[in-house]
Nanobody, 119 residues
């Protein structure tokens, strides 16, 4: 069974940093494009950052300059470095990778990791 696991969330003061990681288990596959989403309480899920297999990136305007998405294809992991965190960044962060197992390509969701930024 394929599982996507996010890690690295926690409680941090405004201005601090966190690094989220995303990895997949339960099979042999290649990670393609990966999106990071977040969902604050009472809000819709929001696309925060994306990275293609080749390394091209995109960010929502509110996190540009502060967040950096990166990947290590050899280790099949994707990270989201979050700097200068603000209280409005508080949310559950979800990794949404495209996984290719040699036959099919499909999107998976992790369980999410909580990020709380105190003022």
């Amino acid at each position: 069974q394929v599982r996507v696991l996010e890690s690295g969330g926690g409680l941090v003061q405004a201005g601090g940093s966190l690094r989220l990681s995303c990895a997949a288990s339960g099979g042999i596959f290649t990670i393609g494009d990966v999106d990071w989403y977040r969902q604050a309480s009472g809000n819709q899920r929001e696309l925060v950052a994306s990275i293609t297999r080749a390394g091209s990136t995109n960010y929502v305007d509110s996190v540009k300059v502060r967040f950096t998405i990166s990947r290590d294809n050899a280790r099949n992991t994707v990270s989201l470095q979050m700097n200068s965190l603000k209280p409005e960044d508080t949310a559950v962060y979800y990794c949404n990778p495209n996984l290719y197992n040699g036959l099919t390509l499909r999107r998976y969701w992790g369980q999410g990791t909580q990020v709380t930024v105190s003022s």
